[in-house]
Nanobody, 122 residues
């Protein structure tokens, strides 16, 4: 079984930065991708960013240029550096593992973390 543990969420003012981490443990195949999704109150969970183990990455248009996804293969850890945060980035952020296909759909991932709250104040 795979476990994903997110950390790094919190409260930040608009324009600030946060770095989220997601540590994966268990039987996880390094050839699969990992990603980040978010869910704001009253909204559906949406794709934010994903990265293949080759380093190729993809982003939600509204976070391009502000967020950066990276990974440490040796540690089975994925990071999401979030800069120039906006109030509309407020959401629970979820890590997802063992992704395949386009990487932008929830059903393309096999494992999910419990989520970490990010709140951006104006």
């Amino acid at each position: 079984q795979v476990q994903l543990v997110e950390s790094g969420g919190g409260l930040v003012q608009a324009g600030g930065s946060l770095r989220l981490s997601c540590a994966a443990s268990g039987r996880i195949f390094s050839s699969y991708a990992m990603g980040w999704f978010r869910q704001a109150p009253g909204k559906e969970r949406e794709f934010v960013a994903a990265i293949r183990w080759s380093g190729w990455s993809v982003y939600l248009n509204s976070v391009k240029g502000r967020f950066t996804i990276s990974r440490d293969s040796a540690k089975n850890t994925v990071y999401l550096q979030m800069n120039s945060l906006k109030p509309e980035d407020t959401a629970v952020y979820y890590c997802a593992a063992q992704g395949r296909g386009s990487l932008i759909r929830r059903d393309e991932y096999d494992y999910w973390g419990q989520g970490t709250q990010v709140t951006v104040s104006s």
